[in-house]
Structure formats: structure tokens, C-alpha cells
């Protein structure tokens, strides 16, 4: 086990869920083994749909969804927690990517806004490593597309003294990462998926996600994380989102959690990442801890 007491991790996503559904085993063992873990969510999640017994007990569904990450702030032990406050942009190519409020229309239209406030938190927190999603967002969703954007170029600017931003330092991360799925394991599923009469171009709730541009936009993989036993916590985390049905819907841990454990642990026990920066020599897997080499 590595020491990573005295390590910073910062984890940049659009969501609250997103933080336990995609990377909740991740955060449970770095939190676990002594490194802070903070988060960056940069929406309020409200175009995600709740069930009409919620409605009553809040106001809004930005309220459900910040409640529910407070609660799986709690169980993972994340801190710092920096919401940012966009608006859900809701799928691609929908209506709300228009609305001024949202992530998407913000990061079309002021980046510098969003980069700044990504610098201000790196330069705060002082992480030595960052992970946001992959290129294509995971599955598409321009939400994860801005962040992951927005991250990169933020990762960058935050060491470089001539990005000035009052009250902060210049500060360089050492490590950049994008987190990715079992690429096998979601192949598998999906041809059984087929097999039973799915359309996987068409999946979910509401048929907008394109599992076969999920499998198009993969990339390689260089570090692989053993968070097998992590289940216990990764799922109270992902217990918190009872609005999104513990991610029933949401990318690949809904399926995962529908495993039996033991079949569980041989295929989501290892969770994989892109190593951007430093640019690995070759694309195979070669580091077992997204905090080797840090100084
Ligand atoms: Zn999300």
C-alpha cells in the first residue's frame, strides 16, 4: 500500500453524483490512506429528474442534489467541496444548453470566467494531482466536456506566473489525469445488451445515451488503481443519490453495482486512468498509484 499521507488530490467533475458513481472507490482509498481528497462540481445538477415523493421535502432539485452530496461528502470524506453553482445543461443538443445559467452555454461563452475559478481552486488547495473526465466527458454530456476543457487548461495556467489572480500564488500541479471505464468489461455488456434486443446507441432513461460513442472515445489506459476493497464505502456514497437511483441510469457503475460482489470485484476492482500529464513514453499500463513520482 503506498503512503499517501500529506498527498492532495483534486477530483474536477460536473455533477453531485458524479464524484461517487464514477470515482467513489477511487476517493474511499486515497481518503483511506491518509490523502486529502477535494472536489470541484460545477453544477447543481438540476435537469436531473426526482421522484414526485421528493418534491415535497424541498424546494428545488438543486436542493435535493446539494443535499445528497453533503451527504456523500460525509461518507467519503471530501474536503474541500467547491460547488460553483452552474446550471445542468441537461444532453447535448437540448434546449437547456442555451440557458445563460448553465455550464455548457458558460464555457462557450466565458471560459476565461470558469478557468479562473478552476485556478483559484488549485492555487488554494494546492493539489499534487488532478482527475476530470476523458475527452468525450465519459458519455457525451457537455457538462463533463466543459469541466474536463476547462481542467486542462486550468492545470496548465495555474503554475504559470503570468496568470495573475489576486490573493492567490502561482501553484503547479505535478499530475493531470482522465478517468476512464473498463473499456472490456462495458464491451461485454453491451453485446449481451444487444443480444437481448437494445438498442446501445439509444440506452437509458431517456434513450440519449450512445454506448457505442462511449466505446468509440475510450482512451488507453496507464494507471491502474486497486480499489476492490473499497466496495463498502463506494456504494454508502452512491446510497446518497437516492434521486438518481444510486446511478442506476448513470454510466458505468450502473451496471457494477447490479454485480454480485464477488464477480464485482474481478471486474470494476481496478479503476483505470489516462495519464495526460506527464505524457507517459508509451500507452500500456505502467503505475499502480496516481501519486507515484510526486515529490
Ligand atoms: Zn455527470
Known sequence: MSDSTGK??????????????GSGGLIAKYVAEGAQVGYICATNGDMGTIPASMREQYN????V??????????????????CFGYKDSGMMNSASNQDPECLWYGWQNQPDVLIKRIVQVIRDFRP???????????????DHIAIQQATTQAFSLAGDSGYQLDGTQPYAPQKLYYASIPGRLLKLYLRWMTLRGHDIRHMGVNK???YQAVIDNLEPI???????????????????HVSQGRGRSSGTRGYLASLPKPLR????????????????????VDEHDIFAGVR
Open 265 to 284: 470485484r474481478l471486474v470494476s476492482g481496478q479503476y483505470g486512468l489516462t495519464r495526460i500529464f506527464p505524457q507517459p513514453p508509451q500507452d500500456r
Open 60 to 63: 428545488t432539485v438543486s436542493e
Open 222 to 240: 496507464h494507471t491502474m488503481i486497486d480499489v476492490g476493497v473499497y466496495f463498502e464505502v463506494w456504494d454508502r456514497a452512491a446510497d446518497c
Open 128 to 142: 499534487h494531482v488532478i482527475v476530470t473526465f476523458n475527452r468525450y466527458g465519459g458519455y457525451g454530456h457537455p
Open 208 to 210: 440519449d445515451l450512445n
Open 65 to 82: 442534489r446539494l443535499a445528497e452530496l453533503q451527504c456523500a461528502t460525509e461518507v467519503l470524506g471530501l474536503d474541500p467541496v467547491v
Open 8 to 21: 492532495r488530490l483534486l477530483i474536477a467533475y460536473a455533477h453531485p453524483d458524479d464524484e461517487s458513481f
